[in-house]
């Protein structure tokens, strides 16, 4: 089990920047996967972000090249860096903890952090 606490969001115009913060309560290298995941209104909950214990990253083709996912296993927190903010990244980012076995996953979720971007 893992307790996460999303923090850093707020308002922006666009083209600035964010860094949102994602604390866990236990090891993150004990963790398989640590994944952002954005909600807009009246859209579905898509995934922008991940990185992995072995720390390998991805991203969705809509952030790739303007967001970055990091970790620091000290803090036991994970990163979003968000440059060049659009108004179209407005949304409740949520952070989610994967563990993996072979037959079953667990996730477990952050409350979620707003950001807005204004035009």
């Known amino acids: 089990q893992v307790q996460l606490v999303e923090s850093g969001g ?10 949102l913060s994602c604390a866990a309560s236990r090891s993150i290298n004990s963790i398989d996967a640590i994944n952002w995941y954005r909600q807009a209104p009246g859209k579905q909950r898509e ?14 083709d809509s952030v790739r090249g303007r967001f970055t ?12 860096q968000m440059n060049s903010l659009k108004p179209e990244d407005t ?19 952050g409350q979620g952090t707003q950001v807005t971007v204004s035009s």
Do not use: H
Not at 12 to 19: D, E, K, S, Y
């Open 47 to 60: 995934l922008i972000a991940a990185i992995t214990s072995g720390g390998s990253t991805n991203y969705a």
């Open 69 to 80: 996912i990091s970790r620091d296993n000290a803090k036991n927190t994970v990163y979003l």
């Open 91 to 109: 949304a409740v980012y949520y952070c989610n903890a994967r563990f993996v076995s072979a037959s079953w996953f667990r996730d477990y979720w």
């Open 10 to 19: 707020g308002l922006v115009q666009a083209g600035g920047f964010l860094r």
